[in-house]
């Protein structure tokens, strides 16, 4: 048996696929006579448009990442799949073209760079379709898989169709998560050149999908999650496996194709490579208080991880495979049981990695620390908001002091945080936003979120499955209608990204949000505040902007007892208690004393409670000698001390 699977723009290009990874491993464990190749289109792709025009990195991630949610990189290669360059090219500008840029040389209105690259990508994209299938069906392989997740189900199912044309007897089969329940079964009755579908963990159907196709396995009407037809062509929908699947199950994923591939592709002048692997699926926060927002693990939520000593060695065994340190964790959520036991293994392997993982949002700065201590270098917390109301209506779990917290942890620790600013929930109010909003200078020195948006509907979130939550009215995001040429319930049923009446803040109050966060990423680089603590005196220096002083100490016995206290989130009535009581002052010291330090711009305060946003320093040792200078010079005040 020969089996491809196939890998289309727009997958990453800085790693390999982990499902096709997966898959390889699984299919030659389960059938280790057969021949298994993984075709990395991507990279292909690379190069054939880099030959073509003037094509960079930063292109892609446009179509990869950047315009996901607007869908043109699906919207590319839909003239590929209905065989048509001027495929709905009109519709498309009336949608995203917007006013035309100014005149050229020539004296004719040009477009936005994406936009001439986006029609011209349209236009041709079939040329490189028709390459790749027929590399593809020169090989004569039997099965054929693909694994669709965001912008590569139209780039898919074109290559899928011009494959059936060339090798007619070749078995076509899809995966992954733009197949998951309903969009799997749309997908399945709307393109017949599609012969399977798999919604589900992969490692479950497809071995037995190729044991039927061999003939020595069950009927194919007895593989859980699989869409497969009748003699007549009736799609039909299998139920899916009522069990997930086991940790014990998930294999070492197979990566050579894409190294022995990435090694000649264009793509190398770009990027360094990285490893992709997983520890864990599911969320176990979700699996009790699910996102309203958040539409991953549709398959299942039940939280599973491999054992801690596995882990560590496939982590291992890969890095040392392929001389790789930069290594992706795509678990939706880390297991805090590694915290003992993993990541302390990691650090002792002494191994340099160079990590991201997906983490919650209230790890303490000691958590965090074995983290950072193991090689994670950069984390995502999913902080969202830093208003605990908005945190509350997404079911977050956390609160606004603690996401600031989180961040200036992060940053003591030299930990990149990568964070999106969502708003446009029903129930929030513009309160929640402005005072957010005022209290960003306090912050410029701390990650700032990579972007803002308002909220869109994804499938199998709350907010999708659940109307009542304030999304009644859905409608499929306007890219679909772009991308296929469907019946409307089809539509919807292959949708992800859903459009509804907005909820939330307006326009004005979403635009002094955009307003705040780009200043804070422009102020971001010059932007330091943190301190370093001596037996009788923590010393605070700052170059944030909007505070005009450069360094604070903290003297007296009430100051250093308000900023140990205030390392966590407190509240204003906790602080004069427990100040006062601790240090014998009175109230009223406590609160001029909270009141100068707002002054300063050293406290986040959010619905009643208050922290703290100064970051540890650990170049302790120059930052006295930077310090000591400054006093030195006494060119001007430097020093605003602050008194009981």
């Known amino acids: 048996m ?38 990395y289109g991507n990279l292909e792709f690379v190069d054939w448009v880099t030959s073509k025009r003037p094509f960079r990195y930063d292109d892609y991630k446009y179509y990869d990442r950047e315009s996901c949610y607007l869908g043109h990189g699906d919207w590319v290669f839909s003239s590929a799949l209905y065989q048509d360059p001027s495929w709905k090219v009109r519709e498309f500008l009336d949608a995203f073209g917007g006013p035309p840029a100014p005149a050229g040389a020539d004296g004719a209105p040009g477009h936005a760079p994406w936009l001439e690259t986006t029609l011209w990508l349209h236009e041709h994209a079939g040329e490189f379709i028709d390459q790749l299938a027929e590399r593809l069906a020169a090989g004569q392989p039997d099965v054929v898989g693909f694994t669709t997740t965001f912008q590569t189900v ?39 050149f599609v012969d399977y579908v798999v919604r589900g963990e992969g490692e479950l159907a497809f071995p037995a999908l190729l044991r039927s196709l061999r003939e020595d396995g069950p009927d194919v009407a007895g593989i859980g999650g699989l869409c497969w037809r009748t003699e007549d062509g009736t799609s039909v929908y299998n139920r899916p496996a009522m069990k997930p699947l086991p940790p014990d199950a998930m294999v070492l994923p197979h990566y050579d194709e894409y190294f022995e591939r990435f090694a000649h592709c264009e793509a190398r002048r770009w990027v360094e490579p990285r490893l992709v692997i997983e520890g864990a699926r599911g969320c176990w926060w979700g699996e009790k208080h699910h996102c309203t927002f958040c539409g991953l693990n549709g398959a299942s939520m039940m939280f599973r991880s491999k ?72 984390v995502q917390p999913g902080v969202e908001s830093l208003n605990a109301n908005v945190l509350k209506l997404m079911d977050k779990g956390v609160t606004g002091c ?23 929930f029903p129930g929030e109010t513009d309160e929640d936003y402005t005072s957010v909003i005022a ?103 700052n170059t944030r ?14 100051q250093r007892a308000l900023f140990r206290m205030l390392d966590q989130p407190r509240s204003v009535e906790f602080l004069e208690r427990e100040a006062a009581r601790r240090t014998d002052t009175s109230v009223a010291q406590v609160r001029a004393e909270l009141a100068r330090w707002d002054e300063l711009g050293l406290l986040f305060t959010d619905t009643g409670r208050m922290i703290h946003v100064v970051t540890k320093d650990h170049n302790q040792r120059l930052m006295r000698i930077l310090v000591g200078r400054e006093l030195a010079t006494a060119q001007r005040p430097t020093v605003a001390p602050v008194t009981a």
């Not at 979120?449 to 509907?457: C, Q, T, V, W």
């Not at 505070?547 to 604070?552: G, I, K, N, Q, S």
């Open 2 to 39: 020969h089996v491809v699977l196939v890998s289309v723009p727009w997958s990453p290009i800085e790693m390999p696929s982990l499902a096709l990874g997966l898959l390889k491993s699984l299919t030659l464990k389960e059938f280790p006579d057969a021949e298994v190749d993984v075709v």
């Open 154 to 192: 139209t780039a898919s199912l074109a290559v899928a169709r011009r494959l059936k044309e060339l090798s007619p007897r070749t078995v076509t089969v899809f995966g992954g998560a733009n197949c998951e329940g309903a969009q799997g079964e749309a997908l399945h009755r709307s393109f017949g």
């Open 307 to 378: 054992r801690p000593t596995q882990f560590l060695d496939d982590i291992v065994t890969l890095a040392e495979r392929h001389r790789i340190l930069d290594l992706l964790v795509v678990d939706n959520i880390l297991d805090m049981a590694y915290l003992d036991s993993l990541l302390p293994q990691l650090t002792e392997a002494g191994l340099d990695l160079r990590m991201m993982y997906e983490i919650k949002a209230n790890l303490r700065y000691e958590q965090l620390e074995v983290l950072a201590k193991a090689g994670v270098v950069c």
């Open 402 to 424: 603690q996401n600031v917290r989180m961040l200036r942890d992060a940053e003591s620790l030299g930990l990149t945080v990568i964070w999106n600013y969502l708003y446009g």
């Open 439 to 541: 209290q960003f200078p306090k912050l410029h020195h701390l990650c700032p979120a990579g972007a803002d948006d308002r909220l869109g509907i994804q499938r199998f979130s709350p907010y999708f499955e659940k109307p009542d939550l304030g999304f009644s009215e859905r409608r499929p995001a306007r890219q679909y209608e772009l991308c296929f040429d469907l019946p409307a319930q089809d539509l919807f049923d292959i949708a992800y990204l859903f459009e509804a009446p907005e909820q939330g803040i307006g326009d004005d109050v979403a635009a002094r949000l955009t307003a705040g966060l780009d200043e804070w990423r422009g102020q971001h680089w010059r932007s330091q505040l943190s301190y370093f603590e001596t037996d009788d005196c923590v010393t605070i220096t």
């Open 545 to 558: 902007p909007h505070f005009d002083w450069d360094v604070v100490r903290l003297t007296t016995p009430l």
